[in-house]
């Protein structure tokens, strides 16, 4: 068949992220709900996938990669997510904070302001495409608050200065959450709080709030990316709600030139 051969042009390979991701566990789940026996997902990470995605653009040719929003992809390339009938990959969700049990008594001030914190996609856009066009992390935090100084104080205006007191934050390199945790790093140094931010493993992200090696995190995508991780801490942590609600989304995601539609038409 036609789809035949445009799979064979792509070796029956998906390009993946890193194998952590939850979005790798949603992908497995798509092989086996449309059974996709002939195909191979490959891990790599975020910047590999996105090199790989540019590369087969600029040369036209065909690739399925998994993605997801918000994210600068879709505002700097012509993308689409394919159709996923069978919610292998679930529905829109929200992006959560959370923080360790006993945050709120320890540090209240750090703990209202993280409570408050929420904001928009295009809140997201803004500093990603920064990101994306390589201004530093710490630099397109603060030119988003600096941008958006209503809606910060609109999060910290009930909440006291403090001095001497630390926070550590705990995050993964994917692109939301360096938005993320560098806008609420920032606004918590204006306070007055000692911000660490410390890079790590999607897993041990939920495991180092779980045993309060870390205070807060401001990455975790439920109910459905991050929900194996989240179900084996959920007990032990305090969660904060969302900061983005309904508007996360996971998937597999081709150039628009494509010709298919679902992840149905993968099958061969
Ligand atoms: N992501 C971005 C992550 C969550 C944030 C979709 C790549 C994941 O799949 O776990």
């Given at each position: 068949?036609?789809?035949?051969?445009v799979a064979e042009e792509m070796d029956y390979t998906i390009t993946g992220i890193d194998p952590g991701a939850g979005i790798m566990e949603s992908a497995e789940q798509a092989f086996e709900d449309y059974d996709l026996d002939e195909w191979e997902l490959q891990s790599s990470s975020e910047a590999a996938m996105i090199a790989e995605l540019e590369e087969a653009i600029d040369n036209e040719e065909p690739i399925v990669v998994t993605g997801w929003g918000p994210h600068w992809k879709f505002n700097s390339h012509d993308l689409k997510f394919l159709?996923?009938?069978?919610?292998?990959?679930?529905?829109?969700?929200?992006?959560?904070?959370?923080?360790?049990?006993?945050?709120?008594?320890?540090?209240?001030?750090?703990?209202?302001?993280?409570?408050?914190?929420?904001?928009?996609?295009?809140?997201?856009?803004?500093?990603?495409?920064?990101?994306?066009?390589?201004?530093?992390?710490?630099?397109?935090?603060?030119?988003?608050?600096?941008?958006?100084?209503?809606?910060?104080?609109?999060?910290?205006?009930?909440?006291?200065?403090?001095?001497?007191?630390?926070?550590?934050?705990?995050?993964?390199?994917?692109?939301?959450?360096?938005?993320?945790?560098?806008?609420?790093?920032?606004?918590?140094?204006?306070?007055?709080?000692?911000?660490?931010?410390?890079?790590?493993?999607?897993?041990?992200?939920?495991?180092?709030?779980?045993?309060?090696?870390?205070?807060?995190?401001?990455?975790?995508?439920?109910?459905?990316?991050?929900?194996?991780?989240?179900?084996?801490?959920?007990?032990?942590?305090?969660?904060?709600?969302?900061?983005?609600?309904?508007?996360?989304?996971?998937?597999?995601?081709?150039?628009?030139?494509?010709?298919?539609?679902?992840?149905?038409?993968?099958?061969?």
């Amino acid at each position: 068949t036609e789809e035949g051969s445009v799979a064979e042009e792509m070796d029956y390979t998906i390009t993946g992220i890193d194998p952590g991701a939850g979005i790798m566990e949603s992908a497995e789940q798509a092989f086996e709900d449309y059974d996709l026996d002939e195909w191979e997902l490959q891990s790599s990470s975020e910047a590999a996938m996105i090199a790989e995605l540019e590369e087969a653009i600029d040369n036209e040719e065909p690739i399925v990669v998994t993605g997801w929003g918000p994210h600068w992809k879709f505002n700097s390339h012509d993308l689409k997510f394919l159709d996923d009938p069978d919610l292998s990959f679930g529905e829109p969700e929200d992006i959560h904070k959370l923080a360790r049990e006993g945050l709120q008594e320890d540090s209240p001030e750090a703990y209202e302001i993280l409570d408050n914190f929420e904001w928009t996609v295009e809140d997201m856009e803004e500093i990603m495409d920064d990101l994306n066009e390589g201004v530093d992390e710490i630099e397109a935090a603060q030119n988003w608050i600096d941008e958006n100084e209503d809606q910060v104080s609109g999060w910290t205006e009930s909440v006291d200065d403090v001095e001497g007191e630390t926070i550590e934050l705990v995050h993964t390199d994917w692109i939301d959450l360096l938005a993320s945790v560098n806008v609420m790093a920032l606004v918590l140094e204006d306070i007055g709080y000692d911000v660490e931010m410390t890079l790590v493993e999607a897993s041990h992200m939920y495991t180092a709030i779980a045993n309060g090696d870390a205070d807060a995190m401001t990455g975790a995508w439920l109910p459905r990316t991050h929900g194996t991780y989240y179900e084996q801490i959920e007990d032990e942590v305090d969660d904060l709600g969302p900061h983005l609600e309904g508007k996360a989304a996971i998937g597999l995601v081709v150039p628009e030139y494509m010709d298919i539609d679902s992840i149905e038409d993968l099958e061969v």
